[in-house]
């Protein structure tokens, strides 16, 4: 079982940034984390990951946004330069270390229009 606590979603304008956080809380070692978004009409699809073989990026956000690890399970996403198409629910993401289950935070609503 993992806890979340996940933080940082709002809204914004074209161009604008954010900065999303999210702490897990687990008795078992996680292996890695990250951030999956949703946007409606879509699949579920990893925004960036980090784990100790380092960090992933999708295509759609390299080099507008950076994911880091605070402490062992503290992880933050900043998000610059967003456009609208990265409207989505943006979900906390954990793998666990043994038995490699995946869970995800209750999502965090990230909007951005003129």
């Known amino acids: 079982q993992v806890q979340f606590a996940e933080s940082g979603g709002g809204s914004v304008q074209p161009g604008g940034s954010l900065r999303l956080s999210c702490t897990a809380s687990?008795?078992?070692?996680?292996?890695?984390m990250g951030w999956h978004r949703q946007a409606p009409g879509n699949q579920l699809e990893s925004v960036a990951t980090?784990?100790?073989?380092?960090k992933r990026y999708s295509d759609s956000v390299k080099g507008r946004f950076t994911i880091s690890r605070d402490d062992k399970n503290t992880i933050y996403l900043q998000m610059n330069n967003l456009q609208v198409e990265d409207t989505a629910v943006y979900y906390c993401?954990?793998?666990?270390?043994?038995?490699?289950?995946?869970?995800w935070g209750q999502g965090t609503q990230v909007t951005v229009s003129s």
């Open positions: 980090i784990s100790n073989n380092g």
């Open positions: 687990s008795s078992d070692n996680i292996n890695v």
């Open positions: 993401y954990v793998q666990m270390m043994i038995s490699r289950n995946n869970y």
